[in-house]
């Protein structure tokens, strides 16, 4: 399953208005049952936060996270997915970021995007699961 950078912003800051809704997301990935994937995008992006805060502690629990996590691939932005990026943003008109994102999943084989981003449902390369959308269990 590919992952937007918000789902991982949820889950580490404990987010309480998302958090029962991703945390099995995660908690399945963690005992092995799926594997999400997301891009060095989202590497940056939750960083930005930490380090304007000086927050050191945040910064190093994202990393763990990214560098540890036996069921989460960081899949890279080349060339390949990059041409795919360029396609999504043709054929559905999202922004760069969401298309290198979406792209990235879809290189790594992903059938299925987690993300809150509303404006990425129109997206059909792939199942768009909108976190808001999610049953709690």
Partial sequence: MGVDTA???????ENPTYLARIAPIFLAADAGQITL????ITVAEVLIHPLRLGADDLRREYLDLFLNSANLE???IDIEVAQRAAELRVTHNV???DALQ????LYAGCTAFL????????????????V????LE
């Avoid at 994937?37 to 060095?40: L, M, R």
């Avoid at 808001?132 to 049953?135: A, H, I, K, T, V």
């Fill in 7 to 13: 789902p991982f912003i949820y889950y580490i800051e």
């Fill in 37 to 40: 994937v997301t891009s060095t």
């Fill in 74 to 76: 960081i899949q890279s």
């Fill in 95 to 97: 922004r760069l970021p």
């Fill in 102 to 105: 979406i792209a990235a999943a």
């Fill in 115 to 130: 993300t809150n981003d509303r404006q990425l449902g129109h997206v059909t390369d792939l199942r768009i699961l909108i």
């Fill in 132 to 135: 808001d959308e999610l049953e």
